[in-house]
């Protein structure tokens, strides 16, 4: 969280009347991050290591470094897309521990990934 400090030099900055154009809003706020745990079930394709469960929730984690940021939600979908990796037969259950929506000044950092792995199917 900035401090209020910063927060007025920024605004102070931005409005300055040398770099501010006539019709600009400026709002300049804290960002806030909030954690969200991930719990899902996943069935293996037969064959598959066990290992499948860290290698799944590596992949979600890889994914939400690449495409999370300041607004982006994290949704059940989004998750199971993402854990899709060979090997994977289905994720299913995904429960997010708090609301993966976010204000667009918000962010989610990612937290725990647990993934219990249910067996296998073809």
């Known amino acids: 969280m900035a401090s209020s400090d910063l927060l007025a ?17 400026l709002t300049v ?8 745990n991930i719990t899902a079930d996943l069935w293996a394709l037969p064959g598959t290591d066990v290992a499948i469960t860290t290698s799944s929730a590596a992949a979600i984690r890889a994914a939400w470094a690449a495409e999370g940021g ?7 979908a989004w998750v199971i897309a993402r854990g899709m ?3 994977v037969q289905r994720l299913e259950n995904v429960v997010l521990s708090t609301s993966g ?13 647990t993934l219990t792995l249910k067996g296998t199917d073809y």
Request: hydrophobic letters at 45%; proline letters at 4%; charged letters at 15%.
């Open 9 to 25: 030099t920024v605004t102070a900055a931005l409005n300055a009347t040398d770099v501010k154009l006539v019709n600009d809003t």
């Open 29 to 36: 706020v804290s960002a806030v991050t909030q954690t969200v």
């Open 70 to 76: 300041l607004g982006r939600d994290i949704v059940p």
């Open 85 to 87: 990796i060979d090997g």
């Open 101 to 113: 929506t976010v204000d667009p000044h918000s962010m989610l950092a990612m937290g725990t990934i």
